[in-house]
């Protein structure tokens, strides 16, 4: 191994979340259908995800997302040291998401619906529909997050299912 492998491992071991943390006091509890969509997006990031804070180089972390007056709430921590203190704590507008989350949030009940009952081809074409306004939500993520917190498209995607699933009625 090169040194440079041995720094790139030790960029990856750093730029990561280990822990994450939906604010108790920011979800409303939903169905069975959500509260699994929320294991398994946070089952998935802790497996695998790609997490930098610009101009910082102190990671790995522990992430806290939540709702505080009507904005997004993400709250960064260092999981390195003991202290409660955050790093840092982004609010962004959820504006910019209104629209695909109203979507999306349509699609996911035709998505549900279908699959108790309707033909392959139904479901299947609903569920393109469906990843593609999340894929769309995801790339909103990352551009209100430029500057800010750094991730890749699959971290974006499985914070999107979070951030989707502290709005979700269904």
Known sequence: MTDTDTSSEAVETKNRLTEIVLDPASIARGNAN????REVAIYDLLDGNSF?????????????????????????????????EPIIAHF????????????????????YQAIRSAQPSRIQAIDVGRRGLHDEG??????????????????ARRLFTLISALHWKG
């Open 138 to 155: 995801s790339r909103v993520l990352m551009e209100r997050l430029e500057g800010k917190i750094k991730i890749d498209l699959d971290t």
């Open 34 to 37: 959500i509260e699994h969509e």
């Open 52 to 84: 930098a804070l610009e101009g910082r180089d102190d990671g790995p972390y522990k992430l806290t997302i939540g709702m505080v007056e009507d904005r997004l709430a993400l709250t960064v921590f260092s999981d390195a040291s003991s202290s409660e």
């Open 92 to 111: 962004l507008s959820l504006t910019p998401f209104k629209r695909i989350m109203k979507d999306y949030f349509l699609v996911l009940d035709s998505y």
